[in-house]
């Protein structure tokens, strides 16, 4: 069928630059970002979850004395694309030419991941084999014959742990030393028929390109369509011809030339492995291993995520962040310290009263903005990010992902959608930019529809935790209406939104115990970006608000809002809360847990102020971002739904816990 190597014939043009530059590709969950932050020193979040590195991320690394350009490329599974990730990939490659191509694998699936080696090679890139989770290859029994493999690839193999922080100097060694003349020179020969196929292709191109004749030769034929674009702009008037037998073959082919090709890799990866790799005939399954098997099925997945949200969320995040953490820095910092400190400190020093009000009013910057981002908003959050991080390096967020994909496809998402649901709960600006992982443009819009409209960040999480924990009838009210909201609002955007299910495959990283230097630095650079966003809209929402107040137009938009008020059963003060979670959810949620702890909201007003308040319009970050990602038309049609949702839904709540007499 097929034979191993041979050598190859064809050339290729390549353009360079100033900086060396490295590429690192490959699977998602395999390690790349690892190296990445390895080689460059800066951070990128390292994430377990496929497509986490949609946006690229470039860094500079100082590699034995040579300044190169290091560029983390989000996953792909082959050059011939399928999702807009894969795309990117791709374009990375075509267009900037890298010096060397460092591709990323997992030494557990070798023989599954060598297909996209041999593409690369065929592609006559300048690759380097990065043989990575070689721990834990080594851990369950197989072994792996890395010079064996460098022979028959004819390419530098590394084999490491970059998570351990093993072969980083061998990887470093390669990097430097390699040299585009000395590129593998190994062809992987396919049957009679398909070289016959390609040959006639390839033989018809005159143009010059990063990739090789042959690697063009097959993308086209398996119609891949930013290719054809690609040659029919080289080749002009040559193209017609290409075509034309590029159509030929399909005609004759039919549907068989994509499972032709792939059966015919798969035989000379099964050749290539041959005394290369090599697998106990009975292993010890690992507690890891176990626990992977319990997360994915639903009989024993359910009760593990239930277990996880409850001591996760309801006890970590709720009961200590947004209970012991918030009362320790709000109430007994800010309130009974520091803002009277403040206060008499900025009466000194400003005479003017309403200077002063600017600062430390009731509005202040100080005694209201920065309390809020850090007496509320920063222990709330921050335990979020802690908890997040911790199961994001277990590598427990894929094996989630597998267990609601059936379910999510109802709401016309995939498993994939995990990713920022979960987000979410930590910051929806954050989560609304990650939706564009996401495979097709419909599920990224109900993504975005359903972040928007039932998804609390944790602010409000932790505040709403905290607020209703000592009812659980309402905490139970509330969540029911979330759940009920996101399952209707789902299930009616699945089914008139046009479009197919999305297609769901992923790979699983191995479950371990999450090293704490991970949690501790993604906690961190979650909290940086996160500050970054919050504080300069913290501190425009006081000043606009200090405005409103020395105007009189923030009484008028109270005034204005009693009636709306009213209408869901809430005192006029509610609309403060409802006006700060306009610029920034998180902000809302604070004004919530201000007007509960003045004794202004029984339990039932604090429940429907619950429900409207976290259902209420995307924040002005949020809204801006979905603005970015979606376009103004979306933006502005999911805004205004929201909207109408959110009191709608207080409004009938409302009338059903008055008539009913529940929390009366």
Known sequence: MATCCSKKTETVVRSGGARRVAALVGNPNVGKSVLFNALTGAYVTVSNYPGTSVEVTRGS???QGEEWQVVDTPGMYSIHTITEEERVAREILLNEAPDVVLHVLDARNLERMLAMTIQLIEAELPVVLVVNIMDEAERIGLKIDLELLRKRLGIPVIGAATARKRGLEEIRKAVAEYRRESASSQRFNYSRLLENDIGVVAGLMRGEYVLSRRALALLLLQQDEEIIELVRGNEGDGYGAINEKVREIAFQRRESFHLDLSLERKEIVRKLIQDVFSAPEKRVVTWAERFSNLSIKPMTGIPLLCIVLYFGLYKFVGSFGAGTLVDLLETKGFKEHFNPWITGVVQQLIPWQIIQELFVGEYGIITLGIRYAVGIILPIVATFF?????????????????????????????????????????????????????ETVRERVIATLLLALAIPCSAQIGVILALLSKEPGALAVWAFSLVLLFIVVGLLAAKILPGEPPMFYMELPPMRLPQLGNVITKTYTRMQWYFLEILPLFVLASVLLWLGKVTGFFVKMIDAMTPLMASIGLPKEAAVAFIFGFFRRDYGAAGLYDLQTKGLLNARQLTVAAVTLTLFIPCVAQFLIMKKERGWKVAGAIGVFVSLVAFGSGYVLNEFLMVSGVLS
Request: hydrophobic share 55%; net charge positive.
């Open 61 to 63: 690394a100082l590699i």
């Open 386 to 438: 802690i908890f997040f991080s911790f199961l994001e390096d277990t590598g427990y967020f894929p094996r989630l992902a597998l267990l609601v994909d059936r379910v999510f496809k109802r709401f016309g998402l995939s498993g994939r959608a995990v990713i920022p649901m979960v987000l979410g709960f930590g910051c929806d600006t954050m989560a609304t930019m990650v939706t564009r992982t996401l």
